[in-house]
Protein backbone atom coordinates (compact mmCIF):
# COMPACT_ATOMS: atom_id res chain seq x y z
CA UNK A 1 0.00 0.00 0.00
CA UNK A 2 1.82 3.36 -1.10
CA UNK A 3 -1.01 5.45 -0.42
CA UNK A 4 -0.95 7.60 3.04
CA UNK A 5 -4.91 6.72 4.16
CA UNK A 6 -7.44 3.93 3.90
CA UNK A 7 -9.33 1.79 6.20
CA UNK A 8 -6.93 0.79 8.93
CA UNK A 9 -4.48 3.15 8.87
CA UNK A 10 -3.88 6.18 10.92
CA UNK A 11 -4.06 9.83 10.74
CA UNK A 12 -1.71 11.47 11.13
CA UNK A 13 0.70 8.85 9.91
CA UNK A 14 3.17 8.14 12.39
CA UNK A 15 6.12 8.80 10.21
CA UNK A 16 4.27 12.77 9.74
CA UNK A 17 3.74 12.86 13.79
CA UNK A 18 7.39 14.96 14.62
CA UNK A 19 6.56 17.32 11.94
CA UNK A 20 3.55 18.28 12.53
CA UNK A 21 4.37 18.42 16.85
CA UNK A 22 7.02 20.66 15.62
CA UNK A 23 4.56 23.02 13.78
CA UNK A 24 2.16 23.29 16.47
CA UNK A 25 5.48 24.02 19.24
CA UNK A 26 6.69 26.78 16.80
CA UNK A 27 3.06 28.43 16.78
CA UNK A 28 3.11 28.25 20.42
CA UNK A 29 6.57 30.21 20.73
CA UNK A 30 5.81 32.66 18.11
CA UNK A 31 2.70 33.22 19.82
CA UNK A 32 4.11 33.67 23.02
CA UNK A 33 2.74 30.47 24.96
CA UNK A 34 5.91 28.93 26.02
CA UNK A 35 4.61 26.96 28.55
CA UNK A 36 7.83 23.84 28.10
CA UNK A 37 9.65 27.67 29.23
CA UNK A 38 7.29 27.22 32.16
CA UNK A 39 7.29 24.24 33.11
CA UNK A 40 11.47 24.74 33.21
CA UNK A 41 11.55 27.51 35.63
CA UNK A 42 8.78 25.64 38.07
CA UNK A 43 11.70 22.96 38.19
CA UNK A 44 14.55 25.49 39.57
CA UNK A 45 11.72 26.94 42.41
CA UNK A 46 10.29 23.10 43.11
CA UNK A 47 10.18 22.48 46.36
CA UNK A 48 10.61 26.07 47.89
CA UNK A 49 8.63 28.46 49.60
CA UNK A 50 8.68 30.72 46.43
CA UNK A 51 6.83 27.82 43.98
CA UNK A 52 3.29 29.29 44.49
CA UNK A 53 4.38 33.49 43.43
CA UNK A 54 6.11 31.93 39.98
CA UNK A 55 2.87 32.14 37.74
CA UNK A 56 2.80 35.76 38.85
CA UNK A 57 6.29 36.67 38.30
CA UNK A 58 6.34 34.94 34.50
CA UNK A 59 7.71 36.55 32.15
CA UNK A 60 7.34 35.71 28.51
CA UNK A 61 9.70 38.05 26.27
CA UNK A 62 8.23 37.24 22.64
CA UNK A 63 11.57 38.46 20.41
CA UNK A 64 10.60 35.80 17.74
CA UNK A 65 7.77 37.07 16.77
CA UNK A 66 9.68 40.69 15.38
CA UNK A 67 12.57 38.56 14.77
CA UNK A 68 10.36 36.42 12.03
CA UNK A 69 8.55 39.03 10.98
CA UNK A 70 11.25 41.54 9.91
CA UNK A 71 12.42 39.10 7.01
CA UNK A 72 8.71 38.97 5.52
CA UNK A 73 8.43 42.85 5.70
CA UNK A 74 12.00 43.28 4.06
CA UNK A 75 10.71 41.04 1.43
CA UNK A 76 7.24 42.99 0.32
CA UNK A 77 7.20 46.31 2.19
CA UNK A 78 7.72 47.30 -1.06
CA UNK A 79 5.75 45.31 -3.39
CA UNK A 80 7.32 43.14 -6.37
CA UNK A 81 6.65 43.25 -9.78
CA UNK A 82 5.02 40.96 -11.77
CA UNK A 83 5.97 40.66 -15.41
CA UNK A 84 4.76 38.14 -18.09
CA UNK A 85 7.35 38.97 -20.72
CA UNK A 86 4.53 40.11 -23.08
CA UNK A 87 3.61 44.20 -23.79
CA UNK A 88 2.14 46.14 -21.29
CA UNK A 89 -1.37 46.13 -22.95
CA UNK A 90 -1.28 42.27 -23.74
CA UNK A 91 -4.02 39.76 -22.79
CA UNK A 92 -1.01 38.14 -21.03
CA UNK A 93 0.15 40.62 -18.98
CA UNK A 94 -3.57 42.15 -17.98
CA UNK A 95 -4.47 38.38 -16.77
CA UNK A 96 -1.03 38.44 -14.76
CA UNK A 97 -2.08 41.86 -12.84
CA UNK A 98 -5.62 40.73 -12.76
CA UNK A 99 -4.81 37.07 -10.66
CA UNK A 100 -2.45 38.92 -8.47
CA UNK A 101 -4.75 41.77 -7.54
CA UNK A 102 -7.53 39.48 -6.87
CA UNK A 103 -5.96 37.37 -4.69
CA UNK A 104 -3.91 40.18 -2.75
CA UNK A 105 -0.29 38.33 -3.14
CA UNK A 106 1.80 41.04 -1.52
CA UNK A 107 -0.19 40.15 1.42
CA UNK A 108 -0.08 36.16 0.90
CA UNK A 109 3.62 36.20 0.30
CA UNK A 110 4.15 38.08 3.53
CA UNK A 111 1.63 35.78 5.48
CA UNK A 112 3.32 32.63 4.03
CA UNK A 113 6.78 33.71 4.80
CA UNK A 114 6.26 34.18 8.50
CA UNK A 115 3.82 30.66 8.96
CA UNK A 116 6.99 29.13 7.21
CA UNK A 117 9.16 31.24 9.65
CA UNK A 118 7.57 29.29 12.96
CA UNK A 119 7.01 26.04 11.14
CA UNK A 120 9.35 25.82 8.75
CA UNK A 121 6.79 25.05 6.25
CA UNK A 122 4.23 26.29 3.97
CA UNK A 123 1.79 25.27 0.90
CA UNK A 124 -0.02 27.46 -1.59
CA UNK A 125 -3.24 25.72 -3.72
CA UNK A 126 -4.22 26.72 -7.07
CA UNK A 127 -7.79 26.32 -8.23
CA UNK A 128 -10.45 27.72 -10.68
CA UNK A 129 -13.77 28.38 -8.62
CA UNK A 130 -16.26 30.84 -7.19
CA UNK A 131 -14.19 32.78 -4.57
CA UNK A 132 -17.39 33.67 -2.35
CA UNK A 133 -18.11 30.66 -0.11
CA UNK A 134 -22.08 30.23 -1.06
CA UNK A 135 -22.42 26.96 1.66
CA UNK A 136 -24.89 29.03 3.92
CA UNK A 137 -26.92 30.80 1.21
CA UNK A 138 -28.08 27.55 -0.12
CA UNK A 139 -29.14 26.32 2.61
CA UNK A 140 -30.84 29.20 3.19
CA UNK A 141 -32.63 28.78 0.16
CA UNK A 142 -33.30 25.22 1.28
CA UNK A 143 -35.92 26.61 4.08
CA UNK A 144 -36.84 29.98 2.25
CA UNK A 145 -38.87 30.32 -1.02
CA UNK A 146 -37.56 33.09 -3.30
CA UNK A 147 -34.04 33.10 -1.88
CA UNK A 148 -31.82 32.85 -5.27
CA UNK A 149 -27.80 32.64 -5.15
CA UNK A 150 -25.52 35.66 -6.18
CA UNK A 151 -23.68 35.81 -9.23
CA UNK A 152 -20.31 34.92 -8.20
CA UNK A 153 -18.06 34.00 -11.33
CA UNK A 154 -15.56 31.41 -10.75
CA UNK A 155 -11.68 32.99 -11.36
CA UNK A 156 -8.29 31.29 -10.37
CA UNK A 157 -7.18 31.33 -6.96
CA UNK A 158 -4.60 31.08 -4.70
CA UNK A 159 -4.52 30.67 -1.17
CA UNK A 160 -2.42 29.04 1.48
CA UNK A 161 -3.17 25.88 3.24
CA UNK A 162 -2.45 24.89 6.39
CA UNK A 163 0.96 22.75 6.26
CA UNK A 164 -0.14 20.62 9.26
CA UNK A 165 -2.97 19.17 7.46
CA UNK A 166 -0.59 18.59 3.89
CA UNK A 167 1.07 14.49 3.33
CA UNK A 168 3.14 14.62 0.45
CA UNK A 169 4.41 11.82 -1.24
CA UNK A 170 7.85 11.22 -2.56
CA UNK A 171 8.67 9.59 -5.41
CA UNK A 172 10.34 6.38 -5.66
CA UNK A 173 14.45 7.17 -4.96
CA UNK A 174 13.54 10.65 -4.13
CA UNK A 175 13.98 12.97 -0.70
CA UNK A 176 12.70 16.31 -2.44
CA UNK A 177 10.02 15.20 -5.34
CA UNK A 178 6.25 14.60 -4.81
CA UNK A 179 4.38 12.18 -6.37
CA UNK A 180 0.92 13.35 -4.88
CA UNK A 181 0.27 15.45 -2.20
CA UNK A 182 -3.21 14.75 0.09
CA UNK A 183 -4.56 17.38 2.29
CA UNK A 184 -6.19 15.96 4.65
CA UNK A 185 -8.07 16.90 7.94
CA UNK A 186 -10.65 15.93 10.38
CA UNK A 187 -14.05 16.99 10.93
CA UNK A 188 -16.31 17.27 13.68
CA UNK A 189 -19.97 16.12 12.50
CA UNK A 190 -22.74 16.73 14.72
CA UNK A 191 -24.90 13.60 15.21
CA UNK A 192 -28.07 12.25 17.34
CA UNK A 193 -27.00 10.04 19.80
CA UNK A 194 -28.85 6.45 20.77
CA UNK A 195 -29.89 7.88 24.27
CA UNK A 196 -30.77 11.25 23.23
CA UNK A 197 -29.47 14.63 22.93
CA UNK A 198 -26.15 15.25 20.16
CA UNK A 199 -22.57 14.25 20.09
CA UNK A 200 -19.99 15.03 17.58
CA UNK A 201 -18.65 12.43 15.09
CA UNK A 202 -15.21 12.71 13.69
CA UNK A 203 -14.67 12.12 9.55
CA UNK A 204 -11.25 11.95 7.49
CA UNK A 205 -11.64 14.32 4.68
CA UNK A 206 -9.40 13.76 2.01
CA UNK A 207 -8.28 15.50 -0.85
CA UNK A 208 -5.63 13.62 -3.17
CA UNK A 209 -3.63 15.83 -5.65
CA UNK A 210 -1.75 13.78 -8.34
CA UNK A 211 -0.66 15.45 -12.00
CA UNK A 212 -3.77 15.85 -14.00
CA UNK A 213 -6.40 14.91 -11.54
CA UNK A 214 -7.57 15.45 -7.83
CA UNK A 215 -9.16 12.44 -5.87
CA UNK A 216 -11.60 13.07 -2.82
CA UNK A 217 -12.08 10.39 -0.21
CA UNK A 218 -14.05 10.38 3.27
CA UNK A 219 -14.00 7.88 6.25
CA UNK A 220 -15.69 7.35 8.98
CA UNK A 221 -12.98 8.05 12.40
CA UNK A 222 -13.06 7.10 15.56
CA UNK A 223 -9.86 8.57 18.65
CA UNK A 224 -7.27 6.57 19.09
CA UNK A 225 -4.94 8.64 21.97
CA UNK A 226 -2.74 11.74 22.31
CA UNK A 227 1.30 11.57 21.37
CA UNK A 228 3.58 13.45 23.22
CA UNK A 229 6.54 11.73 22.65
CA UNK A 230 7.69 15.32 20.50
CA UNK A 231 7.37 18.77 23.13
CA UNK A 232 3.69 18.89 22.01
CA UNK A 233 0.34 16.92 21.76
CA UNK A 234 -0.94 15.93 18.91
CA UNK A 235 -4.45 13.84 18.77
CA UNK A 236 -4.60 10.70 16.67
CA UNK A 237 -7.47 8.87 14.78
CA UNK A 238 -8.17 5.62 13.72
CA UNK A 239 -9.38 5.55 9.91
CA UNK A 240 -12.52 3.49 9.68
CA UNK A 241 -14.57 2.64 6.67
CA UNK A 242 -14.99 4.62 3.77
CA UNK A 243 -18.02 6.82 3.31
CA UNK A 244 -19.34 9.20 0.86
CA UNK A 245 -18.37 12.31 -0.01
CA UNK A 246 -21.55 13.70 -1.31
CA UNK A 247 -19.82 14.54 -4.80
CA UNK A 248 -21.27 14.39 -8.09
CA UNK A 249 -17.83 12.67 -8.90
CA UNK A 250 -14.52 11.71 -6.82
CA UNK A 251 -11.99 12.10 -9.17
CA UNK A 252 -11.94 15.56 -10.73
CA UNK A 253 -9.51 16.12 -13.77
CA UNK A 254 -7.40 19.52 -13.05
CA UNK A 255 -6.30 19.67 -17.03
CA UNK A 256 -2.83 20.21 -15.84
CA UNK A 257 0.40 18.21 -15.93
CA UNK A 258 1.36 19.35 -12.59
CA UNK A 259 0.46 19.35 -8.97
CA UNK A 260 -1.85 22.32 -7.87
CA UNK A 261 -0.10 22.15 -4.22
CA UNK A 262 3.05 24.21 -4.31
CA UNK A 263 5.72 23.59 -1.33
CA UNK A 264 7.54 27.00 0.65
CA UNK A 265 10.18 25.71 2.62
CA UNK A 266 12.34 28.13 5.16
CA UNK A 267 15.40 26.60 4.96
CA UNK A 268 15.95 23.24 3.19
CA UNK A 269 18.66 20.85 3.05
CA UNK A 270 19.86 18.77 0.42
CA UNK A 271 18.10 15.30 2.41
CA UNK A 272 15.31 16.36 3.13
CA UNK A 273 12.21 18.19 2.28
CA UNK A 274 10.73 19.33 5.24
CA UNK A 275 11.83 22.71 6.05
CA UNK A 276 13.92 24.11 8.55
CA UNK A 277 12.39 26.91 10.68
CA UNK A 278 13.61 29.92 12.29
CA UNK A 279 12.43 28.85 15.64
CA UNK A 280 13.93 25.53 16.16
CA UNK A 281 17.50 26.42 16.75
CA UNK A 282 17.13 28.92 18.72
CA UNK A 283 14.39 27.56 21.61
CA UNK A 284 16.65 27.02 24.25
CA UNK A 285 18.18 30.30 23.88
CA UNK A 286 14.87 31.70 23.93
CA UNK A 287 14.44 29.45 27.26
CA UNK A 288 17.78 30.58 28.73
CA UNK A 289 16.31 34.34 28.31
CA UNK A 290 13.04 33.96 29.32
CA UNK A 291 14.30 31.79 32.94
CA UNK A 292 16.98 34.67 33.31
CA UNK A 293 14.38 37.40 32.85
CA UNK A 294 11.88 35.17 35.79
CA UNK A 295 15.37 35.12 38.07
CA UNK A 296 16.13 38.75 37.86
CA UNK A 297 12.34 39.88 38.30
CA UNK A 298 11.93 37.37 41.13
CA UNK A 299 14.65 38.88 42.75
CA UNK A 300 14.17 42.46 42.61
CA UNK A 301 10.48 41.94 43.62
CA UNK A 302 11.87 39.74 46.49
CA UNK A 303 14.08 42.53 47.82
CA UNK A 304 12.48 45.45 47.33
CA UNK A 305 10.49 45.01 50.60
CA UNK A 306 13.83 43.86 52.75
CA UNK A 307 13.37 42.01 56.43
CA UNK A 308 14.64 44.38 58.99
CA UNK A 309 16.01 43.22 62.68
CA UNK A 310 16.81 45.29 65.98
CA UNK A 311 15.49 46.08 69.43
CA UNK A 312 12.67 43.72 70.34
CA UNK A 313 9.65 46.99 69.79
CA UNK A 314 6.60 46.37 72.05
CA UNK A 315 3.59 47.87 69.79
CA UNK A 316 4.01 49.98 66.65
CA UNK A 317 5.60 52.83 69.26
CA UNK A 318 5.30 55.21 65.97
CA UNK A 319 7.86 52.73 63.87
CA UNK A 320 6.01 51.01 60.63
CA UNK A 321 7.42 48.30 59.35
CA UNK A 322 6.84 47.88 55.09
CA UNK A 323 8.35 44.08 55.28
CA UNK A 324 9.16 41.53 58.05
CA UNK A 325 10.30 42.55 61.18
CA UNK A 326 12.94 40.29 63.14
CA UNK A 327 13.50 40.93 67.07
CA UNK A 328 17.12 40.43 68.51
CA UNK A 329 18.20 41.50 71.69
CA UNK A 330 19.00 45.63 71.22
CA UNK A 331 21.94 45.43 73.59
CA UNK A 332 23.59 43.45 71.16
CA UNK A 333 22.45 44.40 67.63
CA UNK A 334 22.09 47.52 65.93
CA UNK A 335 19.11 47.95 64.39
CA UNK A 336 19.35 47.57 60.43
CA UNK A 337 18.13 45.52 57.56
CA UNK A 338 19.06 41.50 55.91
CA UNK A 339 20.01 43.02 52.29
CA UNK A 340 21.06 40.26 49.85
CA UNK A 341 24.26 40.25 48.19
CA UNK A 342 23.87 38.28 45.48
CA UNK A 343 25.44 39.90 41.99
CA UNK A 344 22.89 41.40 39.97
CA UNK A 345 25.15 42.46 37.80
CA UNK A 346 26.36 38.66 36.17
CA UNK A 347 22.75 37.99 35.36
CA UNK A 348 22.37 41.31 33.49
CA UNK A 349 25.73 40.41 31.69
CA UNK A 350 24.53 36.62 31.03
CA UNK A 351 21.38 38.26 29.98
CA UNK A 352 23.58 40.45 27.42
CA UNK A 353 25.54 37.70 26.01
CA UNK A 354 21.92 35.55 25.54
CA UNK A 355 20.14 38.39 23.45
CA UNK A 356 23.69 38.92 21.10
CA UNK A 357 23.68 35.07 20.69
CA UNK A 358 19.77 35.01 19.32
CA UNK A 359 20.07 37.72 17.35
CA UNK A 360 23.75 36.50 16.01
CA UNK A 361 21.61 32.92 15.50
CA UNK A 362 18.96 34.46 13.86
CA UNK A 363 21.39 36.78 11.04
CA UNK A 364 19.60 39.89 12.30
CA UNK A 365 21.16 42.82 13.60
CA UNK A 366 19.69 44.24 16.62
CA UNK A 367 19.81 47.95 15.49
CA UNK A 368 17.26 46.86 12.67
CA UNK A 369 14.74 47.67 15.13
CA UNK A 370 15.76 51.34 15.92
CA UNK A 371 17.64 50.46 19.04
CA UNK A 372 19.44 47.77 20.72
CA UNK A 373 18.45 45.48 23.79
CA UNK A 374 21.90 44.51 24.86
CA UNK A 375 25.70 46.37 24.49
CA UNK A 376 26.41 44.56 21.46
CA UNK A 377 28.97 47.58 20.28
CA UNK A 378 27.03 47.18 16.56
CA UNK A 379 25.82 50.28 16.84
CA UNK A 380 22.72 52.26 16.09
CA UNK A 381 22.55 52.05 11.87
CA UNK A 382 22.58 55.59 11.20
CA UNK A 383 26.09 56.15 11.16
CA UNK A 384 26.49 55.44 7.68
CA UNK A 385 24.32 57.18 4.89
CA UNK A 386 26.23 56.11 1.78
CA UNK A 387 24.18 53.35 -0.34
CA UNK A 388 27.18 50.89 0.07
CA UNK A 389 27.44 51.23 3.69
CA UNK A 390 24.14 50.45 4.39
CA UNK A 391 23.43 47.33 2.59
CA UNK A 392 26.98 46.06 3.79
CA UNK A 393 25.69 46.42 6.90
CA UNK A 394 22.72 45.28 6.13
CA UNK A 395 24.28 41.74 4.34
CA UNK A 396 23.47 39.38 7.47
CA UNK A 397 19.78 39.88 6.59
CA UNK A 398 19.77 40.59 3.37
CA UNK A 399 21.46 36.83 2.47
CA UNK A 400 18.81 35.57 4.88
CA UNK A 401 16.13 37.31 2.85
CA UNK A 402 17.49 36.38 -0.45
CA UNK A 403 17.83 32.73 0.41
CA UNK A 404 13.88 33.06 1.97
CA UNK A 405 13.26 34.71 -1.54
CA UNK A 406 14.81 32.30 -3.81
CA UNK A 407 12.13 29.56 -1.99
CA UNK A 408 9.40 32.00 -2.66
CA UNK A 409 10.37 33.23 -6.03
CA UNK A 410 9.95 29.46 -7.14
CA UNK A 411 6.70 28.39 -5.69
CA UNK A 412 4.63 32.22 -6.45
CA UNK A 413 5.67 31.62 -9.96
CA UNK A 414 4.38 28.10 -10.41
CA UNK A 415 1.20 28.83 -8.81
CA UNK A 416 0.41 32.26 -10.93
CA UNK A 417 1.39 29.69 -13.83
CA UNK A 418 -0.87 27.13 -13.21
CA UNK A 419 -3.60 29.63 -12.33
CA UNK A 420 -3.65 31.14 -15.87
CA UNK A 421 -3.48 27.57 -17.11
CA UNK A 422 -6.52 26.70 -14.83
CA UNK A 423 -8.38 29.77 -16.26
CA UNK A 424 -7.87 28.61 -19.72
CA UNK A 425 -8.55 25.46 -19.07
CA UNK A 426 -11.90 26.10 -17.50
CA UNK A 427 -13.08 28.26 -20.37
CA UNK A 428 -12.32 26.34 -22.64
CA UNK A 429 -14.75 26.20 -25.69
CA UNK A 430 -17.01 28.92 -23.62
CA UNK A 431 -19.04 31.65 -25.87
CA UNK A 432 -16.93 35.15 -25.32
CA UNK A 433 -13.81 33.74 -23.73
CA UNK A 434 -10.56 34.92 -25.94
CA UNK A 435 -8.16 32.50 -24.86
CA UNK A 436 -4.26 33.71 -24.03
CA UNK A 437 -1.12 31.94 -23.62
CA UNK A 438 -0.36 30.44 -20.08
CA UNK A 439 3.19 32.61 -19.41
CA UNK A 440 5.78 31.53 -16.86
CA UNK A 441 5.99 34.98 -15.43
CA UNK A 442 9.36 36.93 -13.76
CA UNK A 443 9.52 38.45 -10.43
CA UNK A 444 11.37 41.92 -9.59
CA UNK A 445 11.50 41.72 -5.60
CA UNK A 446 13.02 44.37 -3.60
CA UNK A 447 15.68 44.37 -1.03
CA UNK A 448 13.69 46.71 1.33
CA UNK A 449 16.52 48.87 2.75
CA UNK A 450 17.18 52.76 1.93
CA UNK A 451 18.44 53.67 -1.58
CA UNK A 452 20.24 56.37 -2.04
CA UNK A 453 18.32 57.20 -5.59
CA UNK A 454 20.67 60.28 -6.49
CA UNK A 455 23.99 58.29 -6.29
CA UNK A 456 22.18 55.23 -8.01
CA UNK A 457 21.24 57.43 -11.19
CA UNK A 458 24.90 59.59 -11.18
CA UNK A 459 26.73 56.16 -11.55
CA UNK A 460 24.26 55.53 -14.36
CA UNK A 461 24.38 58.63 -16.44
CA UNK A 462 28.15 58.11 -15.65
CA UNK A 463 28.65 54.32 -17.41
CA UNK A 464 26.10 55.77 -20.45
CA UNK A 465 27.72 58.54 -21.20
CA UNK A 466 24.89 60.69 -20.02
CA UNK A 467 22.26 58.77 -22.63
CA UNK A 468 18.57 57.75 -20.64
CA UNK A 469 18.88 54.21 -19.04
CA UNK A 470 14.83 54.09 -18.32
CA UNK A 471 11.74 54.84 -20.28
CA UNK A 472 9.01 56.61 -18.06
CA UNK A 473 7.23 53.56 -18.10
CA UNK A 474 9.56 51.95 -16.40
CA UNK A 475 10.56 54.51 -14.06
CA UNK A 476 6.78 54.78 -13.16
CA UNK A 477 6.44 51.34 -12.33
CA UNK A 478 9.29 50.61 -10.03
CA UNK A 479 9.17 54.14 -8.72
CA UNK A 480 6.07 53.86 -7.46
CA UNK A 481 5.44 50.04 -7.17
CA UNK A 482 2.52 49.18 -9.86
CA UNK A 483 1.68 47.98 -12.55
CA UNK A 484 1.49 48.09 -16.56
CA UNK A 485 -1.80 49.27 -16.31
CA UNK A 486 -1.76 51.58 -13.84
CA UNK A 487 1.69 52.95 -14.98
CA UNK A 488 -0.33 53.40 -18.44
CA UNK A 489 -3.13 55.26 -16.41
CA UNK A 490 -0.39 58.02 -15.05
CA UNK A 491 0.91 58.35 -18.59
CA UNK A 492 -2.33 59.23 -19.57
CA UNK A 493 -3.07 61.60 -16.91
CA UNK A 494 0.42 63.29 -17.58
CA UNK A 495 -0.23 63.42 -20.93
CA UNK A 496 -3.93 65.23 -20.05
CA UNK A 497 -2.16 67.70 -18.29
CA UNK A 498 0.66 68.47 -20.71
CA UNK A 499 -1.96 69.47 -22.82
CA UNK A 500 -4.29 71.31 -20.48
CA UNK A 501 -0.90 73.28 -19.44
CA UNK A 502 0.35 73.97 -22.80
CA UNK A 503 -2.60 73.22 -25.38
CA UNK A 504 -2.09 71.92 -29.13
CA UNK A 505 -0.47 74.11 -31.58
CA UNK A 506 0.36 72.97 -35.19
CA UNK A 507 4.13 72.96 -35.87
CA UNK A 508 3.85 74.68 -39.34
CA UNK A 509 2.48 78.15 -37.67
CA UNK A 510 5.91 78.36 -36.80
CA UNK A 511 6.75 78.41 -40.55
CA UNK A 512 4.47 81.16 -41.33
CA UNK A 513 6.46 84.75 -41.69
Do not use: C
Amino acid sequence: MTRKFYTGAQYPPTADIERISKYYRGKAIFAGRQAEIYDRATELLKGTPHEPQLKSLFIAVNLIDVLLTKPADLMVTEPPTFDSGKAGDSAEQARLNAIVEENDLTQLIHELVIGAGYRGDSFVKTYYAQRADLSETEALRADYAGITLPAAPKEPIIESVDAAIVFPELSRGSRKKFRAINIAWIEWVEAYSLLGGTTERPYLNVERHVPGYIVYERYEASEAGVVNTYGYPVMTFNIGERVSTRRKSNIEASGVPQLLVHHIPYKTTDDDWRGISGVEKVESVLAAINDRLVQIDYILWKHSDPIAYGPDIDGDDGVRWGGKYIPVNKDEVAPGYMVWEGQLEAAFKELDILLGILYQMSETPQWLFGTTLSADKGGSGTSHTDGGAIKARFMPILTKVTRIRNHVDRAIRDALWTAMQLENVANEGVEGYEPYEAVYPTITWRDGIPKDDKAEAEVYSIRTGGQATIDVKSAIKRLDGVNDTQAEQILAQIGADDERVNGTVESTVFNDE
